[in-house]
């Protein structure tokens, strides 16, 4: 089965009729997606009560992949909150524990930053997560090219299938190291998680800009792109059970529309976006002319 969703749920406004409130929005969102990423557990781990209350607000078939707090994929700047990695790593557990409850825990996605290469330490240290996240379904996104250059891309899939991750296939800009490219291959047989960055290559290194937020996922997928993805995601398909796309090229809320577009061209059930046309304002009654 193929399933598509989109990173975060609050600012995707073609989903929300206007003035929707903040905290109908996952309720809406859920009828139109069946699976969601959860984006602000990598700011700050997430309280159970409101784990649980996402759980609750969304319909029983629908699951979510949890992003890993920033602090466990080596992104942090600034002082730690916790104390200790054992703390950070049982209190990012906890906090998933609502949502496994519930069944609705499809993954936690480990995403490494563009610094993290490929070499000894840094294999050891996935040794070392995915033992502490024992029990857990794990999915990991590299953003360091040198896991995917010639005689190592055979070697990082077969170690994430000797470890048990599940393999987060991308599609984003080609913008030298600090990127990877398109690796169509699954390392799970139950699942593969499919990232949808866009291809705004100007804006892909832009973290230490003042608007990078609304440049580097600034990107619409046309009608050829997606058409070429159906073929990865048939052919992953045949890997895993099911295949899960996420749509995160929303910096100028293009996300929606190509998740969409891609159901469609799946043959997947889709619901129509409501019309958020502001009605026009009545006019008054004609004011006599006294003087």
């Given amino acids: 089965m193929i399933r598509i ?8 406004e073609d ?4 003035r929707t409130k903040a905290k109908d929005k996952l309720r809406l969102y859920g009828q139109y997606f069946t699976t969601v990423e959860v984006d602000s557990s990598f700011y700050a781990v997430q309280p159970r009560d409101r784990m649980a209350r996402w759980a609750a607000e969304t319909p029983e078939s ?3 992949i949890i992003k890993a707090y920033q602090g466990m994929t080596g992104h942090l700047r600034g002082k730690p909150y916790f104390t200790s990695t054992s703390e950070m790593y049982k ?3 906890e906090s998933l524990e609502p949502v496994m ?20 330490d840094n294999v050891n240290e996935l040794r070392e997560v995915k033992m502490r996240m024992e029990g857990t379904p794990c999915a990991l996104e590299f953003r360091h090219r040198s896991w995917y250059e010639e005689g190592m891309r055979e070697r990082t899939l077969a170690f994430l299938k000797e470890q048990g991750w599940i393999h987060s296939v991308c ?25 949808m960055h866009g291809r705004n ?11 990078w937020r609304e440049t580097r996922y600034l990107y619409r997928y046309n009608q050829e792109e997606l058409l070429e993805w159906k ?7 045949e890997q895993s059970k099911d295949v899960y796309v996420i749509f995160n090229n929303n910096s100028g809320g293009d996300a929606a529309a190509n998740a969409q577009m891609m159901m469609e061209l799946l043959e997947l059930p889709v619901k129509p976006f409501p019309d958020r046309t502001e009605p026009e304002e009545e006019e008054g009654p004609e004011q006599l002319e006294l003087f």
């Fill in 5 to 12: 969703g989109l990173t975060g749920w609050g600012d995707q």
């Fill in 171 to 195: 599609d984003e800009p080609q913008a030298g190291l600090g990127s990877i490219p398109i690796v169509p291959e699954a390392t799970d047989a139950e699942m593969t998680l499919v990232r």
């Fill in 62 to 64: 629908f699951s979510f």
């Fill in 15 to 18: 989903l929300y009729p206007n």
């Fill in 91 to 93: 209190a990012f557990r």
């Fill in 231 to 237: 073929g990865y995601l048939e052919q992953l398909q």
């Fill in 201 to 211: 290559v100007s804006g892909w290194h832009q973290n230490g800009a003042p608007n």
């Fill in 101 to 120: 409850e519930a069944g609705k825990m499809q993954a936690a996605l480990f995403q490494y930053p563009p610094w993290f290469e490929c070499n000894r």
